[in-house]
């Protein structure tokens, strides 16, 4: 069983002076009470520490080496201490945020930096992860926090709206329809439309998709050959259309462009955290939400 810690720094006192009387006044305790404690702790660790005389103190062998290996464990035990005491202040530490890819286009980049710029010594580690991944991670522990568009689904999760997004479509920028401001649902569904993978997003793949459920004749949706397809060239050619969010139109590659679809209800971005929260969660929430606020992130 480990000494109290208490007596344990009583005692690397007593082994730099040497003296009782000193070590008692240095600590600030009476000289009786420092000895007391010092034969409590021999009793504990089942060896002596000192060789006690009129005159003089002297470390045993057992003294000399818990003399030396004592202090970094106790810099150690203060050092866990103090991260138990800053967790439950909400104080800075480790956040690890994962974010799907759609959010990196400036959602995720934004808070992340408004955490690091607002809390000295915050460590933040965010990395981009599948959308359905991202809840349960949160929920397991694997991650403190996510970013997802959408209301993903999920169990032991909270989710907070954080920014609401219009729909519009990808399109080349020599393409008929780029040439109006807003685009009608109508028009667009008369081309193909490009949707990712219903595996990699299905609660945006439906979404987007419905947005196209009253068109006639019915669009034809295509889904690319791969799930990151650098080259988009049916898209630079014309030839297909690619619901998206307005986040999109900050990142266009070179040759597309991005228009909003005239009366399209809007997509949703969401801060996903653990339902039982700590004070760094809770001063995520807090952040985010300023966050929303100064940059209308959630403006009708």
Do not use: C, K
Request: no cysteine; net charge positive; charged share 20%.
């Amino acid at each position: 069983m480990a000494p109290d810690t208490v007596s344990l720094r009583y005692f690397l006192v007593l082994a730099e002076e040497l003296n009782f009387t000193r070590a008692a006044a240095r600590i600030g305790v009476a000289q009786p009470a420092l000895s007391a404690r010092m034969r409590r702790l021999e009793a504990e660790l089942g060896t002596a520490l000192l060789v006690r005389s009129t005159r003089s103190v002297v470390l045993t062998a057992a003294g000399a080496a818990l003399a030396e290996s004592a202090p970094p464990a106790l810099a150690a035990l203060d050092r866990a201490w103090g991260a138990a005491r800053s967790a439950a202040n909400g104080e800075p530490g480790t956040l690890r945020i994962g974010y799907s890819l759609s959010t990196g286009a400036g959602t995720a980049p934004a808070l992340v930096d408004r955490l690091v710029r607002g809390s000295s010594g915050l460590q933040v580690s965010a990395v981009p992860m599948a959308t359905p991944e991202i809840s349960p991670a949160v929920a397991d522990g694997r991650i403190d926090a996510g970013i997802t568009r959408g209301e993903q689904p999920g169990r032991g999760v909270s989710r907070f709206l954080l920014r609401r997004a219009r729909v519009g479509v990808q399109l080349a920028e020599h393409h008929p329809l780029a040439e109006h401001p807003e685009i009608e649902i109508a028009d667009a569904a008369a081309y193909p439309l490009r949707l990712p993978d219903r595996a990699a997003n299905p609660v945006i793949h439906d979404q987007l998709s419905a947005l196209f459920r009253d068109a006639r004749p019915h669009p034809r949706f295509r889904t690319p050959a791969v799930s990151f397809d650098l080259s988009q060239r049916d898209l630079r050619d014309g030839v297909t259309l690619a619901p998206a969010g307005e986040a999109s139109a900050a990142v266009q590659p070179a040759g597309l462009t991005w228009r909003p679809l005239r009366g399209a209800p809007g997509l949703t971005i969401h801060l996903v955290l653990p339902r039982e929260q700590s004070p760094l969660h809770r001063r995520v929430r807090a952040v985010a939400r300023t966050l929303a606020h100064e940059l209308h992130w959630l403006a009708d």
